[in-house]
């Protein structure tokens, strides 16, 4: 999630539906302008026992970050503590249990992409070998108990720490004990953007299944392959899901904001401070009856903090953002936007993906979410075959598009190498998961601690 770094006093109050779909309406860019954002993050461990680190214990989280500064990073605080970095690759920032997340820069092509993200394995390795510490690309904590965690001092956390209980039963599982993979996209205008939309929305549960990566819970094996995906439908279900709505007649920005004001607040941020306003009504605020700020209303940074607090499988902002992936290693960080990249920024590979997916009605495509955090690859598409079928598909889409692209390297190599992970994937039917669950019944006889070999 972002991180606020000052109050929103000189902001615009909000008083028309037209600032309402501003930050959208913003996002619109020719075809030339669009980028490419990925977002990835990593479970942080001490090399000596395979704790988590606290945030300010000597070699802590606090340390990582401060360490992080030699490389040019200026550091966020809130509350006197450092709890972001921002530089030339984006914004380094913390996940409740100190999960560690590059948000990476807004970048023109996938070999940039990955460039950055090999930038950012490098300095973090660096200083965590001097640190003692090392990071995993899972999708949840293998071992962890949700009581064995640290808390990280945000604001928002807290707020969200003590609300989460309230709305589901999984929801401090998700904050403390997952990690994730997700792409920002663009989109040309609303239409492209509904098109978009639809498309990767419908697709979501493919993604899930080639990046299945959670497949044990406090050292055992949980009877999935995307444990992290299944947290997600007991989360808190006004602002996470498939969305029906938007694959109904009349859907774009207008709708998108109706949704959102329908979406229970968090927080406001004011002064500094983030002030508990969980549950509350955004529809509310706009009218001045916010209880917590009795005859304010919203600014315009107020509305983008509240876009930011919906969790659906594929969230629009001022980009579209693609939220169905575990956490992986380098490989699948560059793969997961290679895989979304080529299927939705050519218009030949998006009329052919949305062709795959237009006819599925919305109860096929909840049975598929609900089903590929247990079957990934094994379940049964619309279509009749299974999701691995479906994946030789839609990776051959993925291909044309990135192809189409044609954007090359200094080698002279276009972006289609990055998808050859999810090629050899989908060609064994095998998804991550699959294979930790092999090692963990083969190999490694049982014993956890053996997935920490799999650290970056």
């Not at 860019?29 to 704790?51: A, C, M, N, Q, Y």
Request: net charge negative; hydrophobic share 40%.
């Amino acid at each position: 999630m972002s991180t606020r770094e000052a109050s929103t006093a000189d902001d615009p109050v909000i008083e028309s539906l037209d600032q309402l779909v501003l930050p959208m309406v913003k996002g619109e860019k020719p075809p030339e302008d669009w980028r490419i954002g990925t977002e990835h993050e990593k479970l942080v461990f001490k090399t000596s026992d395979h704790r988590a680190p606290s945030y300010d214990e000597p070699c802590g989280i606090r340390d990582l970050l401060k360490g992080l500064e030699k490389f040019g990073w200026s550091p966020v605080e809130e509350g006197g503590n450092v709890i972001a970095l921002k530089g030339e690759d984006g914004a380094v920032s913390l996940e409740p249990a100190g999960q560690l997340e590059l948000s990476g820069a807004p970048l023109e092509n996938l070999h940039q992409t990955c460039a950055e993200t090999g930038r950012h394995l490098a300095q973090v390795k660096e200083i965590g070998e001097k640190c003692g510490v090392g990071y995993l690309g899972l999708g949840m904590w293998p071992d962890k108990t949700r009581e064995a965690l640290p808390i990280m001092p945000k604001g928002r956390y807290d707020i969200m720490l003590r609300h989460m209980p309230r709305v589901g039963t999984m929801g401090l599982d998700m904050m403390l004990r997952t990690c994730t993979i997700q792409v920002n996209l663009d989109y040309q205008s609303e239409a492209d953007m509904v098109k978009k939309f639809r498309t990767s929305l419908a697709l979501q549960p493919l993604a899930t299944a080639l990046f299945a990566n959670s497949p044990f819970t406090e050292g055992k094996p949980n009877g999935f392959l995307s444990y992290r995906s299944h947290i997600w439908s007991d989360t808190d279900p006004a602002r996470t899901g498939m969305l029906p709505f938007v694959f109904e007649d009349g859907f774009g920005y207008g709708r998108w904001a109706e949704y959102m004001l329908d979406v229970p607040m968090y927080f406001v941020f004011r002064d500094g401070k983030y002030i508990d306003a969980a549950g509350l009504s955004f529809r509310d605020f706009l009218d001045g009856k916010l209880s917590v700020l009795p005859g304010e209303r919203p600014t315009q940074s107020d509305w983008w903090d509240h876009l930011s607090t919906a969790f659906p499988e594929v969230r629009l902002k001022s980009f579209l953002e693609m939220r169905g992936a575990d956490g992986g290693p380098w490989s699948r960080i560059c793969a997961l936007p290679a895989f979304w990249v080529g299927l939705l920024y050519d218009q030949g590979a998006l009329d052919a993906a949305w062709d795959l997916v237009k006819g599925w009605s919305m109860e096929e495509r909840e049975r598929l979410r609900n089903e590929v955090p247990r079957l990934a690859l094994a379940t049964k598409s619309p279509d009749g075959g299974t999701l691995q079928d479906l994946g030789r598909e839609v990776l051959k889409i993925a291909h044309a598009g990135l192809k189409a692209r044609a954007r090359l390297n200094a080698a002279g190599d276009n972006e289609t190498g990055y998808l050859e992970t999810l090629d050899e994937i989908v060609a064994s039917g095998k998804v991550p998961a699959q294979r930790l669950l092999d090692a963990y019944h083969g190999e490694w006889n049982g014993d956890i601690t053996r997935v920490y070999e799999q650290q970056f």
